[in-house]
């Protein structure tokens, strides 16, 4: 892979960070580039403070966000709750999980915050160490038994969430921005090269050219298919 010179990082929006890492990553492909922006990690297992070295290794000089692939814990596979717990604090989230939108206002994922507290629930000492969690939505086949025959089922995808681990800063960030209208007509998602890459850091863009089919469907068809499973049973304030 192509080496950039100091003064690229990698700086993904939250569109390309979904529709190319993480789809890229549930799908087995190009798992040998991206995997040295994000490598794969039980990130729960480890504490904050501690991820920014076992970031992938053109990311390791970054100072403000980190990410990583985080593996479907064994307790989530048998039917139970995530643990965001460690020995010297835990996670908590934040509000409730949001949609995350392509450029052309489709909904492509499902995001949630979190902050890191050092100590014991619920009285722990809140840090300025915070996460987002994202999970990629796919289109899974029509129901057979569907009384709209052109409608499939849009559902979350559990096997890996893609994580983004960064200090509370106060600065806005481009990966936060929502599209402020939709586009018209119908695109797809393109992973290129130039996609992820800004001036100002020290970490490389592992990207490669490509385009990564991420419509999952206009917006009529979130008005009557509804993720299976939801969402309000992932966000769950009492895990510990």
Same mark, same amino acid.
């Given at each position: 892979m192509e080496e950039y010179p100091t003064g690229f *990082?990698?700086?993904? +929006?939250e569109e390309e960070l979904i529709s190319f890492y993480l789809h890229n990553q549930l799908h087995g492909l190009k798992q040998d580039k991206i995997h040295r922006?994000?490598?794969v990690l039980h990130i729960f297992d480890t504490e904050p403070w501690n991820l920014p070295?076992? %970031? =992938?290794e053109l990311c390791r000089e970054d100072r403000e966000q980190w990410f990583f692939f985080a593996p479907l814990q064994e307790r989530e596979a048998r039917g139970g709750r995530p643990s965001r717990s460690m020995a +010297? =604090?835990?996670? &908590? %989230? +934040? =509000?409730?999980? *949001?949609?995350?939108? @392509? @450029?052309?206002? &489709?909904?492509i994922g499902v995001k949630k915050s979190m902050v890191f507290y050092v100590g014991k629930a619920p009285t722990g000492r809140k840090t300025q160490w915070k996460l987002n969690e994202y999970r990629a939505i796919e289109l899974s086949p029509t129901k057979p038994n569907s009384t709209s025959s052109n409608i499939s089922i849009p559902k979350l995808r559990y096997e890996f969430t893609l994580c983004r681990v960064y200090v509370v800063s106060g600065s806005s960030r481009a990966f936060d921005r929502?599209?402020? &209208? %939709?586009? %018209? =007509?119908?695109t797809t998602i393109q992973g290129g090269d130039n996609a992820a890459i800004s001036r100002g850091g020290g970490c490389g863009d592992a990207s490669s050219s490509g385009v990564v089919a991420a419509n999952v469907g206009s917006s009529h068809q979130w008005e +009557?298919? @509804?993720?299976e499973g939801p969402i309000w049973d992932w966000e769950q304030l009492d895990w510990l």
């Open positions: *990082r990698f700086y993904p +929006t922006v994000i490598p070295q076992l %970031a =992938g +010297t =604090g835990y996670w &908590k %989230a +934040t =509000g409730s999980p *949001r949609y995350v939108y @392509s @450029s052309d206002n &489709k909904v929502r599209p402020p &209208k %939709a586009m %018209a =007509g119908e +009557t298919a @509804s993720l």
